[in-house]
């Protein structure tokens, strides 16, 4: 029940552990071409070129500006938390002149602010992390796809906290290009950057594209490091490669992760079932049920409440209590995992995921349950039966008002 990563979902697993294929068998090119389409779906989008980046979460983030950024390039970072902090370091390991604006842990910009950045700086890349798993919070975005484009700026977005678990919309929001990970809300191991990227975002990453020696075919292009257009600083990561591996010519870049392609299919495949819109739901009421169960024992829940994501909460650590000794007794005794914290929260709160597989009643109920007794056993003053009596009185308040909502969804149907 930590931040990620969570328990995998059996299905996940089970995909995961079947025999591999060579890498141009009809079954496992098949597998690349659905899975293309699986995370159209996930990610709410159009785009062609929606494909796995193999490693972990930052292997995507690391892909998206290495391809998109050539050296001297001005890039936006609005930063509310340690992965804003990951996307400037890796912006500057590219070659960009980095702007950065900072709000405090646990709040997120107005839309207002990001424009008049924009306009102070004028950069050609807004660099955005959704959901920042170290505070909680999640940055709105769906204006900003619009002041991006009225400002002739691209736009990015890290997506690996948040994604089927919070509302999330590529192509509604505008965005260019979006990375994500498998091991919070999709319910999967790390390993494997679900991402997207719109025409925009192609055709700068494809002017830069060049075939490196022993695949390049006559005609292909090559760029020269003296030329106009700088080459992708990464092989592994070039994107413009990567797109013709997945893509009809199906270039022999890397050799696909297939055990992770299975895995990564699998997540989806199990999100689509479920329909990405109740995935939300399902992350909403149980992440709130937590949320109120540790307000019902008496804790203080951290961040702007506007602002929290449905899958991670973070509660403040009690006076006299000490942190990582509720976190050892609970794990030793009841086998249940929470999170320690980052920087200026270090030692102040605890986080908590309801997130993936995890997003269910009975963790939230038995989290609660073993918490009050951790909690009490380290001398903090906690309300008995308060965790789990508040979840439940959530999850009646939930159901009366998706039961009076139903007639309503009927008669639209209906309609
Ligand atoms: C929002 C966010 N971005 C990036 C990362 C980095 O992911 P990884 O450790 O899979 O590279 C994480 C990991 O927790 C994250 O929460």
């Known amino acids: 029940?930590?931040?990620?990563?969570?328990?995998?979902?059996?299905?996940?697993?089970?995909?995961?552990?079947?025999?591999?294929?060579?890498?141009?068998?009809?079954?496992?090119?098949?597998?690349?071409?659905?899975?293309?389409?699986?995370?159209?779906?996930?990610?709410?989008?159009?785009?062609?070129?929606?494909?796995?980046?193999?490693?972990?979460?930052?292997?995507?983030?690391?892909?998206?500006?290495?391809?998109?950024?050539?050296?001297?390039?001005?890039?936006?970072?609005?930063?509310?938390?340690?992965?804003?902090?990951?996307?400037?370091?890796?912006?500057?390991?590219?070659?960009?002149?980095?702007?950065?604006?900072?709000?405090?842990?646990?709040?997120?910009?107005?839309?207002?602010?990001?424009?008049?950045?924009?306009?102070?700086?004028?950069?050609?890349?807004?660099?955005?992390?959704?959901?920042?798993?170290?505070?909680?919070?999640?940055?709105?975005?769906?204006?900003?796809?619009?002041?991006?484009?009225?400002?002739?700026?691209?736009?990015?977005?890290?997506?690996?906290?948040?994604?089927?678990?919070?509302?999330?919309?590529?192509?509604?929001?505008?965005?260019d290009a979006v990375t994500a990970g498998l091991q919070k809300c999709l319910g999967g191991p790390s390993g494997s950057a679900p991402a997207t990227f719109s025409a925009k975002a192609v055709e700068l990453i494809n002017s830069r594209k060049s075939i490196e020696a022993g695949i390049r075919s006559e005609g292909d292009p090559v760029v020269s490091p003296f030329g106009s257009a700088t080459p992708i600083r990464s092989n592994y990561f070039d994107l413009s490669m990567i797109f013709d591996y997945w893509g009809a010519k199906r270039l022999n870049h890397h050799t696909e992760a297939t055990s992770m392609l299975y895995g990564a299919r699998e997540c989806a495949r199990l999100l689509v079932d479920e329909g990405i819109d109740a995935a939300v739901e399902r992350h909403r009421m149980h992440g709130g049920a937590m949320r109120e169960g540790l307000r019902g024992l008496g804790l203080r829940v951290f961040g702007d409440e506007r602002y929290l994501m449905n899958n991670v909460t973070a509660v403040y650590i009690p006076e006299g209590v000490v942190g990582d000794a509720v976190r050892g007794e609970l794990l030793d005794d009841f086998g249940i995992e929470i999170g320690t914290s980052f920087g200026p929260l270090h030692g102040k709160v605890w986080r908590i995921g309801t997130m993936g597989y995890n997003a269910r009643k009975d963790t939230v109920l038995t989290t609660l349950s073993a918490f009050e007794q951790v909690l009490r056993r380290a001398g903090a003053p906690v309300t008995a039966g308060g965790g789990v009596g508040a979840a439940y009185d959530f999850y009646t308040d939930a159901h009366a008002a998706s039961a009076a909502a139903a007639p309503e969804f009927a008669e639209a149907d209906a309609v």
Not at 33 to 50: C, S
């Open 1 to 175: 029940m930590g931040p990620g990563p969570i328990n995998a979902d059996p299905r996940v697993l089970r995909a995961m552990s079947a025999q591999l294929v060579g890498q141009y068998d009809p079954a496992m090119t098949a597998y690349m071409t659905e899975t293309m389409g699986l995370y159209r779906d996930v990610f709410k989008t159009a785009n062609e070129q929606t494909l796995l980046i193999d490693g972990t979460s930052r292997a995507g983030i690391e892909a998206a500006l290495v391809s998109m950024i050539e050296p001297g390039d001005r890039v936006l970072v609005p930063i509310f938390g340690r992965f804003g902090h990951l996307l400037r370091e890796i912006a500057e390991r590219c070659g960009a002149e980095v702007h950065v604006r900072e709000v405090e842990w646990g709040t997120v910009f107005t839309p207002e602010q990001i424009e008049q950045a924009i306009i102070e700086t004028k950069p050609k890349l807004l660099a955005v992390v959704h959901g920042d798993t170290s505070t909680t919070v999640a940055q709105p975005l769906d204006e900003l796809g619009a002041i991006c484009r009225a400002h002739g700026v691209l736009f990015y977005t890290d997506v690996t906290a948040s994604l089927a678990g919070n509302t999330f919309e590529t192509d509604a929001w505008g965005l």
